[in-house]
């Protein structure tokens, strides 16, 4: 039974989301406040978030997702904060969900969501996404992002947590290129992260890293089911890993490179 209607703000990173943005932005239309963050977008994005009526957008430069979604944080108004990526949809019976949750005067500072990953406009049911959760819907007073990850962030949360019973619906996929990309970035920033945290590239180690980051989804997790869609997933999941390790190896030649430089 809802007794008390509190404010929901929904929050939003965006860098060139034309194609994603449109349908995130309907499926959070439900909120009682709308922001998005954009990194100077260039495919018009950040010109079609100016013109929403229900959306306030402010760019702000990406420095990694971390810091992007903490900046975002802070610029929501209201307690609660439903967090999203663009290309991610919250389903109707999810939106009602969201709503009595919110309402509920629950004691509960966080709720992870389990998420729907969609190849194009067909589910993926196995490759290591069956399990795939994180945290979206939170109380900005109890939570904050962890600045010990550059990607891939952490929420720290200050008392206990939930999980939701309806799935956030990730499009994720949209085509090969799109999703290379995509990878191939996540790899150089988790490059730059393991290069601050003085671990040490090593050949034999991006070769078995790589590998087994393939193997464990396309065997384990079962992605050998999801057919060709499985095995196109599990591969360029497995090229971030293998672009992480390229990328480390750059960034200590770099660095060797800078410490002969400066010796007198």
């Not at 194009?120 to 795939?132: A, I, M, P, R, V």
């Not at 890993?241 to 770099?254: A, D, G, I, S, T």
Request: glycine fraction near 4%; proline fraction near 1%; include cysteine.
């Amino acid at each position: 039974m809802v007794t008390n209607k509190e404010k929901l703000t929904a929050l939003i990173i965006t860098y060139n989301e034309m194609g994603y943005i449109e349908k995130c932005l309907d499926s959070v239309s439900f909120a009682d406040e709308i922001i998005v963050v954009d990194s100077f977008s260039t495919d018009g994005t950040y010109e079609f978030l100016k013109s929403h009526p229900k959306v306030k957008v402010i760019q702000n430069p990406f420095e990694n997702f971390t810091a992007q979604k903490s900046f975002a944080l802070k610029q929501a108004t209201n307690d609660w904060v439903l967090f999203l990526d663009a290309d991610e949809i919250v389903s109707t019976s999810l939106q009602m969900e969201i709503s009595e949750t919110v309402s509920s005067d629950t004691e509960i500072a966080a709720f992870w969501f389990y998420r729907q990953f969609m190849f194009k406009n067909e589910k993926l049911n196995y490759s290591g996404w069956q399990t795939d959760k994180n945290y979206r819907l939170f109380r900005k007073s109890k939570a904050s992002f962890s600045d010990c990850k550059i990607v891939h962030e952490t929420l720290d949360v200050e008392g206990t947590s939930g999980i939701l019973k309806e799935k956030l619906i990730h499009y994720c996929y949209k085509n090969h290129e799109d999703y290379k990309g995509k990878m191939l970035k996540y790899g150089r920033l988790k490059a730059i992260e393991s290069f601050y945290r003085e671990k040490k590239y090593s050949y034999a180690m991006m070769i078995a890293k790589t590998s087994w980051k393939f193997f464990n989804h396309y065997i384990l997790r079962l992605g050998i089911l999801d057919g060709k869609k499985g095995f196109i997933i599990c591969h360029l999941n497995s090229l971030g890993v293998l672009e992480r390790y390229r990328e480390l190896k750059k960034l200590e030649q770099k660095n060797e490179l800078a410490y002969y430089l400066v010796m007198p």
